[in-house]
Every structure is written in structure tokens, then in C-alpha cells.
């Protein structure tokens, strides 16, 4: 019973009869959980990147709506439309680099919390954030509302401050 073929007679014959599940067999299925999981995280990031960068042109265009005296004046007094347009780029990426630092936060938050919770029982460290990944999410964050506020920031612009000084 030494050698390698009589081994995998026996274990031939007993997968006819039994399910035999092997360490490599666990592993796969594992990493195929976590690449499933993983793909589902990155659906729900790429949705709620979405729905927030819609939230932020709402927010700049109900800025652009009520700060048209303040844009009229500004356009009045000589402001161009490239000031116009940084004003309302410059509050997107504020919105955005605030947003993406206290998101940030709040994800090294969970991952302490789950790791320190989780790492007696299941011995290794579930999550893991580095430094790369935290500046691409800021940066990311940023540029998607920078990306959001275009719509409302080129509106502002072209506003006829002549107009906007005569509404009440």
C-alpha cells in the first residue's frame, strides 16, 4: 500500500461513495466567497458613489439658486465667468475633501474595531487599509464632485447679471 496507485484506488473508490473535501478544495471555495463578496462591495461603492455625486449637483445647483444676487453682483462689479466657475468648483472641493476625510475616518474606525474584535477568534487581521489606498479614495472623492459641480458651476457663469440684480 506504498505506492501512489493503490492510494488513488482507494481514494477513487471511496469518492464513489462519499464527498471528499480537501484543504485545496476549501481554499478555493473560500476565495471564490471573497472575490464574490469583493465584487459585490465594489457594486455598492460604485451605487453610492453615484447617488452622492447627484446629491452634490443638487446641493451646488440650490447654491447656484439662491446665490444669484451675490453672482449678479459679483459678475456687476467685473467678476468673469472663469471666477464664477471657481467659486462654485472651489465649494465642490471642499465638499469633497471633507467628505472623503471624514468617510476615510470612519473606515479606519470600522476596521480597528473589527479587527480588534474579530482577531482572537479568527487569528489574522480581517481588514487591512494602507496609506495608498486611503489618498486614491480622497483624491477620488474629490474628483467626482469636482465632476458633479461642472453642471451648476458653468450655469452660475453664464448667468446675465443684469437679470439677477432686477429678481427680488
Known amino acids: 500500500m506504498d505506492d501512489k496507485s493503490s492510494i488513488q484506488s482507494v481514494v ?12 485545496e478544495n476549501v481554499l478555493k471555495e473560500l476565495t471564490q466567497t471573497f472575490k464574490n463578496i469583493q ?11 453615484l447617488i452622492s455625486s447627484i446629491m452634490v449637483g443638487i446641493i451646488l445647483f440650490i447654491s447656484v439658486l439662491e ?3 451675490e ?19 472651489s465649494e465642490a472641493i ?15 474606525v470600522v476596521q480597528i474595531i473589527l479587527n480588534q474584535a474579530l482577531e482572537p477568534r479568527i487569528h489574522f487581521q480581517l481588514l487591512s487599509i494602507n496609506v495608498f489606498t ?9 474628483l467626482i464632485n469636482v465632476v458633479a459641480g461642472t453642471i ?5 457663469a ?3 447679471p443684469i437679470q439677477l440684480l432686477k429678481q427680488e
Open 12 to 23: 477513487d473508490q471511496l469518492k464513489q461513495s462519499y464527498t471528499i473535501t480537501t484543504p
Open 39 to 49: 465584487l459585490a462591495m465594489t457594486g455598492v461603492s460604485i451605487l453610492i458613489l
Open 67 to 69: 446665490r444669484r444676487k
Open 71 to 89: 453672482i449678479g453682483l459679483f459678475k456687476a462689479i467685473g467678476g468673469r465667468k472663469r471666477e464664477v466657475r471657481w467659486i462654485f468648483f
Open 94 to 108: 471642499l465638499l469633497g475633501g471633507m467628505a472623503s476625510i471624514n468617510g476615510t475616518v470612519l473606515g479606519i
Open 134 to 142: 486611503i489618498l486614491i479614495s480622497i483624491g477620488f472623492g474629490i
Open 152 to 156: 451648476p458651476a458653468n450655469q452660475a
Open 158 to 160: 453664464k448667468l446675465n
